[in-house]
């Protein structure tokens, strides 16, 4: 019920959490090399306890993941045009690969809709949606699907595992 609520990228992110078990942050930290939509699965890297594991990647969520990757590729060449185009480097791999992160399978899956000009990461970059964007959307679709009970995004992660 609460999915057939949500649209566009809120779904999809959605559909993530019930349907491949992740983690709020966990979604919003995905990169576009963590998808293997050849082998249907999900890279989570440093999720809980900083360990990495491989998930299911749910079919009903491939083709409008992929539409929505050919979108933020078009805004990542469009970032690259402007000069732009970076994105935060785990650990020691931004020295290690230093033109890394311009390339495309480092980008967020998921990016922020603006370049963020903070001074502790150095030069501006676009970082990962942030969680408030999706409890909101979850939130309001709860609220429009009159769930009585409190519904969040970790909700959809409990989901996931009983009827697993």
Known sequence: MLLAVLDGVAWIMAVLLYGAGLRLMECLRLRVKDIEFSRNEIVVR??????????MLPRAVQDPLQAHLRQVRAVHA???????????????????????????????????????????????????????????????AARDARIGKPVGPHRLRHCFATHL
């Open 46 to 55: 440093e999720g809980k306890g900083n360990k990495d594991r491989v998930t």
């Open 78 to 140: 469009g970032d690259l045009r402007t000069g732009f185009g970076r994105v935060q480097m785990p650990d020691a791999l931004a020295a290690k690969y230093p033109n890394a992160s311009r390339e495309w399978p480092w980008q967020w899956v998921f990016p922020a809709a603006r370049i963020c000009r903070d001074h502790r990461f150095g030069e501006p970059q676009r970082f990962h949606t942030h969680e408030s964007v999706l409890q909101k959307a979850i939130h309001g």
